[in-house]
């Protein structure tokens, strides 16, 4: 069978959320996402850089509902790409600031990553990607990824 176009890239991710507003003000009052478009206090589309949306907020099957028990299926996590490693940074000073808490941390070799939950618990990683040049190889050029703890001081020097 044929691989997918490589040019194909997962466009947004939609998320059953149990409070609009709360869910708004962390991923836009904690991250920086932009409000691109709200219907009342049942939906809202988030994005950076004037994107129709990158995640989208939704009350529709879930309003005042509590997340998932362990040991069922659903979402792991989001992850969202920052461009480069200061704003990775500036992302975890947000955290900091806003008192939210990191469920870990680590280096891939290929990637930075931060891991959290937003406030309906679904699993967040906010992550860099290192230039392809720099990812570990093994001696027959495949990938080498590992996970050691990030140092979190040397990301926020990071300018």
């Known amino acids: 069978m044929k691989p997918i176009d490589p040019g194909t890239r997962i466009g947004h991710v939609h998320l059953k959320v149990a409070d609009l507003q709360r ?3 962390f991923y836009c ?3 920086g996402f932009e409000l691109t478009q709200r219907y009342g206090n049942e939906a809202a589309f988030v994005s950076a850089g004037g994107y ?3 995640i989208g907020l939704n009350t529709w099957e879930s309003h005042r509902g509590k997340p998932p028990a362990p040991g069922t299926t659903g979402l792991f996590h989001l992850a969202i790409l920052y461009p480069n490693r200061e704003a990775l940074a500036d992302a975890l000073r947000r955290l900091l600031k806003a008192g939210i808490p990191l469920d870990g941390a680590s280096d891939h070799g290929v990637s930075e990553a931060l891991y959290l939950r937003d406030p ?3 699993g967040v990683e906010l992550y860099r990607d290192r230039p392809a040049t720099e990812w ?3 001696a027959d050029g495949k990938l080498a990824m590992f996970t050691r ?3 979190l001081e040397d990301l926020l020097n990071a300018v």
Do not use: F, S
């Open 120 to 122: 309906d618990q679904n």
């Open 136 to 138: 570990p190889r093994h």
């Open 23 to 25: 869910a708004l003000d």
């Open 29 to 31: 009052g904690v991250l």
């Open 52 to 54: 129709h949306h990158h």
């Open 149 to 151: 703890p990030l140092d």
